[in-house]
Structure formats: C-alpha cells, structure tokens
C-alpha cells in the first residue's frame, strides 16, 4: 500500500484509507465524523477566479470614500486607510492597529496568497516557496474581519444619520462584495486538490 493512499483525521488522528469520491462528494472520518476531503470538481478554477475578482475590489474598496457625511453645508468622506490616519491622529493607538491590520494588511494578504498560489497552477508552473504562502493565507484568514468591519461601519451610519445626511459611498458596496468574493474563494480552496495539483505539476 502506498503512502498516498492513506489520510489522517485532522480532528482525532484516526488513520484511514482514502477512497476516490464522485463530483461533489465529501469524505468524513469513520470515527468523529468530520470532513476528511472533498471533490470539487473546478474548486480551484473557482477560488482563482473569486480571487481575482476580490483582488479588484480591493482596490475599488481602497480607492473610493467608503461615506460622504454632510452637517449644517460642510461635507466629509474618508476612504479606510483615511479612517485609520484619523484614528492615529486621535491617538488611539490600538485601535488604529486592528482596523489596518483586520480590514486592509490581512485581507490584501489572504488575496494575494490565493493568487500566487492558484495563477501559475492554472498556467501549468511552480513558482517558489509555495509552503510558505500556504501557511501565510491559513494564518492570514482568521484575521481577515472585513464582515465585523462592516458591521461597525452599517451600525456607525445608522446612528450618524440621526445626525447628519449620511450618502454610502462606492466603496462600502464594493466591501459588501468583496467580503462575498473572499468568502467565496475561501469555499472553492480545498487543500488536498491544491497539494495534489501541485504534485501532478512536478
Ligand atoms: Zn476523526
């Protein structure tokens, strides 16, 4: 029996042969009955397409001011990297940290991980330090809170509107997409068919 055959059970170490799946199925362990592995057929194409879809409203999501406020004829927009500035300028320090890091350094990672890890695979190459990246997007995705973001950011305009005339700009749909596009990338990204795809290339 060759070593390629056999998975282990992340959950309870139970060890186990691997069977072939039809399109669509999923392998759940015999023992704690979590999911081992499932075929995806095109997951991978799907997780690069969403990637690059992300990729793009990243940017939108950056560019844009995320809301224009106006108050007794005075009007003000911030873009997300404005947002922080501010918060640094005020001295909140802390706060200042998580929101670059939770809603622009982790998910600009976690994209630009599913990129270089997907785009040459679908070109048919390796590129190098493939490992590496790999552990980057699995420690880079808990942090991505785009959704918790734009939960404070709905609740803020909610309570703002009592006061000002609150105008969404592009850049919030833009992050209502872009949470979906990663959201998405992140399901159609099966680690197995990845490293297996990997494998057949080399
Ligand atoms: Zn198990």
């Not at 170490?13 to 015999?30: H, I, K």
């Not at 999911?35 to 990729?55: D, K």
């Not at 190459?125 to 404070?152: D, N, S, Y």
Request: hydrophobic share 55%.
């Amino acid at each position: 029996m060759s070593s390629e055959a056999l998975v282990v059970c992340h959950e309870c170490d139970l060890l186990l042969r691997e069977v072939p799946l039809e399109a669509g199925g999923v392998a759940r362990c015999s023992r704690c009955g979590c999911n081992l592995y499932r075929n995806m057929p095109e997951g991978l194409e799907r997780s690069l397409v969403f990637s690059l879809t992300a990729a793009a409203l990243f940017v939108i999501a950056n560019a844009f001011p995320i809301v224009s406020m106006n108050s007794q004829g005075l009007t003000s927009s911030t873009t997300l990297l404005g947002m922080v500035q501010v918060l640094y300028d005020d001295e909140m320090f802390s706060v200042a940290l998580l929101v670059f890091i939770t809603a622009f350094l982790m998910p600009a990672l976690e994209i630009a991980a599913f990129i270089y890890l997907l785009l040459p695979l679908r070109l048919g190459r390796t590129v190098r330090g493939i490992p590496l990246v790999f552990r980057l997007l699995h420690t880079a995705q808990p942090w991505g809170m785009i959704e918790v973001f734009m939960l404070g950011i709905l609740v803020t305009i909610s309570k703002l509107a009592a006061m000002a005339s609150v105008v969404p700009g592009i850049a919030l749909w833009s992050f209502v997409l872009l949470m979906i596009a990663i959201a998405a990338a992140s399901a159609g990204f099966d680690s197995r068919s990845f490293w297996a795809r990997v494998d057949s290339l080399r």
